[in-house]
C-alpha cells in the first residue's frame, strides 16, 4: 500500500491505531496520543488523525469544512478508486446527503419505533429465555446476534435465508475502509468480497423485499421522485449494514463491562430500568465505532496544522469518548452516569440516524437479562474480542 508522505514540519506519528494489538486495546495508546498535539499525521498510515475530544467534535460536526464523500474510512476516494460503490448517505455530502438522509429520517417516525419496539420487545423476552434454558451460552452467538438478525433485517423485510452475508459483507466493508483494495486482502477475498457485494445488491432490490416493510416505504420515496430507485437500494444496503453488527456488538460490550464489574450488574438487576443508560455507557465506554472519518474540503489551519484540500483526517471518537477533559473517571464503566453527549454514534449531520432503533434494542434486551438472569457470570473460557476489536465476538457466560 503506498503512504502519503509525511508533510514538512507537521507533529507526527509512527504508531498506527490500526495494527492488531492497537486495535484490540486501543486505550493505552489514546492515552499516548492525547498527551501529544490535538492533531498528528499517521506516518504509518498518511492521514492526519485527532484524538481529544474537542478536536474530534468540530471534525464531526463541521460538515462544511470537513466532508464525508471522500469515504468512510482512511482509504481516501478523492485519490483513489472506492473498493465499492460509495454509501449514498454515509459517504455523500449536502445536497445529496440532505436529500436521502430525509427519507430515512421520515420513515423512521415516532410511530416506526414504536411499533418496532412492540415487536422486538416479545422476540426479546423469547431469546432471553432461550438463552436462560442452557447452563452456559455465549451472549454474542446466542442472545445478541439472534435478536439484532432479526429486529431491522425483519422490519426491512429481508429474506429470512443466507442473512449471515450481511456480517460477511461488513467485515469486508472495515477491510475495504481501513486498506482500500491494497494488501492485505488475498485473492480470495477479493473475490468473495465480489460476490458479496452482488448478493447485497440483489437482496436489496425491490422484488427480493416483502411490500411491507420498511424497504417497501424506501421504494415508495423513489415512486414520489424525492430519490432514484438506485439510490433506494443502495439505502437499503446502508441501512442493514450499518444496523447489525454495530448494534449486536454494542449490546454484549455492555453485558461483558456489567459482568467485569459485579457492583454494576448489581444495580442493574437491583433496577433494570437503568438498561438504556448501561447501553449508552457502554458505547461511551467502547463504541463498535471507534472512529470517525472525514476529509477536508479547502485548505486550511486546524489545530495549529495546515493542511491541504481532499486530506483524510480520522476522528478517534473511541478516545475522545475517554478524554479526561471531557469525563470524569472516563476509565470507568458506571451506568449511573449522565452519558449524554459522548460520540459513540457520531453527531452532526451524520450522526447515527438508526440511534433510536439501536438504544431501543439495546435497552429490551439488557433490561429483560437483567429482570431474568438471577446470576450469570463470565465463564472460565475467556472472552474473545472481535477480529476488528469494535466488539466482543464470543462471551461464554455460566447461568446459576
Ligand atoms: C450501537 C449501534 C450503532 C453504532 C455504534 C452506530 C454508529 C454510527 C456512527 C458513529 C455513525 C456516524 C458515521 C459518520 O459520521 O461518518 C452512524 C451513522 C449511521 N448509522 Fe449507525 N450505529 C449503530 C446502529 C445503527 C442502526 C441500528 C442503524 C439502522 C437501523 C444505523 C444506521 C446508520 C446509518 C444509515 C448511518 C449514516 C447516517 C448519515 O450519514 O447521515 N446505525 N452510525
Known sequence: MT????????PSTHENPYEKENMLDPFPLYERMRAREPVLWLEEVGVWAAFMDDACREVVNDWKRFG?????????YYREKPWREPSVIFEADPPDHTRTRQVLSRILSPGTVRALTDQARELAKECVTRAMKMDRFD????????????VVPDAVGLP???RENLLLYNKYLIKGRTYGRHNPWTEEELEESERIVEWVREVCKRESITSDGLGAQIYEAADAGDISVHEANMLIRSFLSAGTD?????????????LQDPSQWEMLRADPSLSRNAFDEGIRFRSPAQTVARNTLEEMEFHGVQM??????????GS?????????APDKFDIHRKVVGHLGLGGGIHGCVGQMIARMEGDLLIGELARHAKMIDLADEPFQWSQSGRAVGKLPVVVS
Not at 454495530?246 to 456489567?258: D, E, Q
Not at 491541504?308 to 471518537?317: L, M, S, T
Request: charged fraction near 20%; aromatic fraction near 10%; proline fraction near 6%.
Open 160 to 162: 429470512e435465508e443466507n
Open 246 to 258: 454495530t448494534t449486536f456488538g454494542a449490546i454484549s460490550n455492555a453485558v461483558l463491562f456489567l
Open 3 to 10: 503512504v502519503e508522505p509525511v508533510p514538512q514540519g507537521v
Open 320 to 328: 475522545a469518548n475517554r478524554d479526561p477533559k471531557r469525563w470524569k
Open 139 to 150: 451472549v454474542v452467538a446466542d442472545l445478541a446476534k439472534p435478536f439484532v438478525m432479526r
Open 308 to 317: 491541504g484540500k481532499y486530506d483524510k483526517i480520522i476522528a478517534f471518537v
Open 68 to 76: 464525508s464523500a471522500g469515504g468512510g474510512g482512511v482509504a481516501n
